[in-house]
């Protein structure tokens, strides 16, 4: 039996079935036996792969997204750049290149990096070694400022809780052990304030998610930007109210039962974009249209930038960069299943790529 299994197996026997999320937490972030401390998902010999980490283009129109962004809200210094869960580094590295020749931006910036994991920081470090890096735990210890910000595939990697409805309120759906097995239960039916609305649009058996993290992070950093200036660009798979389960658990690019083996695999689950911008409306921003990657990375002039990287590549690398641009944008790939959201001070125009 791995240690983490055994530590979650004798604190189910001593406290009982624990939530999904707290099961979650245990298995990205264990201090020492999480997935994100003792695996590097990224790339071919990971376990997944994400759009920085299939083409610089990704990283690059965003970042002039963001400068122009900084240039319309007339140029603020200094400003704080920061990213949420940067994995590594590589989004960064292609913005930072990319922007180096807007004028004033990298006098004006001082890089934030918000990373839970202690290798993810070490190789974080040595992708932008030519930068100073300053690393947050939390968006509240970010200094207060204009905060031009980027989250990509973040918010799906924080814990989720999963209700089934009953009658007049809802399960939760929860970790136990039978025959020394981990399994899924569910708790006593009990109200929930936060799903209090839910109760609208769904029937009994339906299945509901709530991600506990993403309100308060999405408050702080609206808040940020509403108060001091700045933008947010939110990048990830999901859509407009969640309804179903969408726990996924990839093990070497490929499905996997959740519960096998805690630890060795990386669980995320489909963002809630109207949570995101309830709570980001609420605390004094503008949002913008939630728009398919394919389309944002489309008006941001992906064709241009693909043409300009072909005309010196030929052979597999020619091959590489076409295949790259039709996973970052085709819909039947990653262009429709992932979705940005940009959002900004209160009536203030979204970043390029984004309708209000
Ligand atoms: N944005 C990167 C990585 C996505 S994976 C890319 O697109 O390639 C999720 C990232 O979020 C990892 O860097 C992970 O370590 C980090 N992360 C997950 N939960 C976190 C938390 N609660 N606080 C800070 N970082 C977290």
């Known amino acids: ?4 299994l ?10 009982g079935p624990i939530s999904l999320a707290d099961y979650m937490a245990e298995c990205l972030l264990h201090p020492e036996h999480g997935y994100y401390t003792t695996h590097s998902p990224f790339g071919a010999a990971g376990d997944f792969t994400t759009a920085p980490e299939i083409s610089q283009m990704f990283g690059e129109l965003i970042g002039l997204s963001l400068a122009q962004c900084w240039l319309d809200q007339g140029a603020p210094s200094p400003f704080t750049l920061a990213e949420l869960g940067p994995g ?23 890089l934030y990096l918000i990373e839970a994991s202690p290798n993810l920081r070490a190789t974080q470090k040595e992708a932008l070694k030519t930068y100073e890096i300053h690393w947050a735990d939390s968006v509240d210890a970010l200094p207060k400022q204009p905060l031009f910000l980027v989250a990509n595939e973040f918010f799906d990697a924080l ?27 569910l708790g006593p039916q009990a109200p929930q304030p936060a799903l209090e609305h839910r109760l609208l649009d769904t029937k009994p058996d339906d299945l509901v998610e ?5 309100a308060p992070i999405t408050a702080t950093l609206a ?4 108060s001091h200036g700045g933008a947010a660009l939110i990048v990830d798979y999901g859509d407009w109210r969640s309804l179903g389960d969408t726990l996924q658990a990839l093990k070497a690019h490929a499905p996997a039962d959740p519960l096998d083996a805690p630890g060795t695999a990386d669980l995320t689950a489909h963002v ?4 995101l911008c309830t709570v980001a409306s609420g605390a004094g921003c503008s949002h913008s249209k939630l728009t398919p990657q394919g389309i944002f990375l ?14 010196k590549l030929e052979g597999e690398s020619l091959e590489n960069l076409i295949s790259a641009h039709r996973r970052l944008t085709h819909p039947e790939e990653m262009g429709n299943l992932f979705k940005v959201l940009g959002l900004t001070p209160a009536n203030t125009p979204p970043p390029p790529g984004l309708l209000s």
């Open 210 to 214: 709530l991600n506990p993290g993403l």
């Open 272 to 275: 809630d974009f109207e949570v």
């Open 1 to 4: 039996m791995s240690p983490l």
């Open 223 to 226: 808040q940020r930007i509403a």
């Open 159 to 185: 814990p989720i809780r999963q209700f089934v409805r009953d009658t007049e309120g809802w399960r939760e759906k929860r970790v136990g052990l039978a025959d020394g097995s981990l399994t899924f239960g």
């Open 6 to 15: 055994e530590q979650l197996s004798s604190r189910i026997r001593s406290d």
């Open 88 to 110: 590594r580094g590589t989004l960064m590295a292609d913005l930072l290149r990319a922007t180096r020749h807007v004028p004033g931006f990298h006098a004006a910036l001082q």
């Open 298 to 311: 489309e008006r941001l002039g992906i064709p241009e930038r693909a043409r300009a990287l072909a005309a």
